[in-house]
């Protein structure tokens, strides 16, 4: 009887006879060990995906002749009726198109646009409702919280803009003196927007560093971070131009999330000396025995800080040293060493001033620990921190700061001696 080839139990196959010994080898999908069923539900799966691929796409697209995108969002709180109201700037279409083409408009380049609601979101769509085109949220250079909200607590604000899907995390927040929307009436003089100014300002902090200005995601994580109160830069319209241009030279101070004070000018530059993030800035000083005034440029400066527990408390060791460089000088007859010990005695004291009395300022005055020392000794002596986290607010109240501060004065500009008339 012929013997047969056995009957592959996962059905039929392909088989193939090689010429030179004769023999079959099954082939396909029961070669493989596959079964006619698993076969089709792979192709199943396989045009389950197909269909997938091809019905994806856009579904939330919009026309960007759609689109109105805001520069510049307000949020204030109108007492009277107890609702927010949220002011938008715009850049006018027509605007846009007349820079693209190199042309000048002849009108504002801005659009104002404001909504009122119990709630932000409600605001929100109050000021959709009033514009004809879709407010994008997407391209925000600036987003100001007035006054009266901050020092109600901006955590409301944090969190609705926090889940909105198209606001952007890095968008600059800033804190008004007075309500945000009176910043829009400020119309910037170099500048087509006020969207652009504060673009253009926070870019100068990586350069010079004195602009106290946070991200939305850096005041947030700040917030979020226990042992550091968060702070940001405060704006108000400057009133030294004419033209009409922004202020972020102040410091708004919070402690947790509600604005409890304002550092101003060289307060603002200390505040950020204590914190290590200043690049540049300018010490005048004045030499009562000669007459000599001088101004100092101070530039890398480095600070080394030091939180640790004390017999009585925790103590603070703040050191701070810098370059400085000789910018300006007036009433010397020659400059030579002794003048130069003495200039430099005399910027560190102001310095070492500035600083005193901007942290007795924060501890004794604002309450408020925006210089992350907690954070500090947290990471230091996180032992201590467990025992002291709970009452941290009163305990830092009672610290102690031990300041030194070292100036290195070694550039005197191109020329040496005064230029003097004969």
Not at 141 to 161: H, K, Q, S, T
Request: proline content about 6%; aromatic content about 10%.
């Amino acid at each position: 009887m012929a013997s047969h080839p056995p009957r592959n139990p996962g059905g039929p196959s392909f088989l193939f006879r090689f010429p030179a010994g004769g023999r079959r080898i099954p082939v396909g999908p029961a070669g493989w060990g596959w079964s006619w069923r698993q076969m089709g539900r792979w192709l199943c799966l396989f045009l389950l995906l197909l269909f997938i691929i091809n019905l994806s796409g856009c579904w939330d697209r919009k026309d960007i002749e759609d689109l109105a995108f805001i520069q510049v969002l307000c949020v204030d709180w109108k007492e009277e009726d107890g609702s927010y109201q949220i002011t938008l700037e715009l850049p006018r279409p027509q605007e846009i198109r007349l820079a693209a083409e190199g042309g000048f408009g002849q009108g504002q380049t801005a659009l104002l646009v404001s909504g009122t609601g119990k709630s932000l979101s409600e605001a929100l769509a109050a000021a959709k409702a009033e514009f004809p085109r879709y407010l994008f949220l997407g391209h925000i250079n600036a987003l100001i919280v007035g006054e009266e909200v901050a020092r109600a607590g901006v955590e409301p604000v944090l969190d609705f803009f926090s889940r909105h899907p198209e606001f952007r995390l890095r968008t600059l927040l800033l804190v008004s003196r007075g309500p945000a929307r009176a910043i829009l009436a400020t119309r910037p003089g170099v500048e087509r927007n006020l969207g652009a100014v504060f673009d253009k300002e926070f870019r100068q902090r990586a350069l010079v560093s004195t602009i106290p200005a946070k991200m939305f995601y850096e005041f947030t994580e700040e917030l979020m971070e226990p042992g550091v109160d968060p702070h940001t830069a405060g704006v108000r319209p400057s009133k030294e131009t004419e033209a009409g241009s922004i202020n972020l030279e102040t410091v708004a101070l919070f402690r947790e999330d509600r604005l409890v004070g304002w550092l101003e000018r060289e307060e603002a530059m200390a505040f950020l000396w204590l914190r290590g993030e200043s690049a540049v800035s300018e010490v005048v000083v004045r030499d009562e025995a000669s007459g000599v005034k001088a101004t100092l440029e101070i530039y890398n400066p480095v600070r080394e800080l030091k939180v640790r527990p004390g017999p009585t408390g925790p103590l603070v060791d703040f050191k701070w040293r810098a370059m400085a460089r000789l910018k300006e000088m007036e009433g010397a007859e020659k400059f030579d060493l002794a003048l130069l010990e003495r200039l430099t005695d005399l910027a560190e004291e102001t310095i070492k001033s500035r600083l005193d009395r901007t942290f007795a300022r924060l501890q004794r005055e604002f309450h408020t620990d925006s210089l992350g020392l907690g954070q500090e000794l947290r990471r230091s002596s996180p032992r201590y921190w467990q025992e002291v986290a709970a009452n941290w607010s009163d305990v830092y109240g009672e610290l102690q700061l031990r300041s030194q501060v070292k100036v290195t004065l070694w550039q005197a500009g191109l020329s040496v001696d005064p230029i003097r008339a004969r």
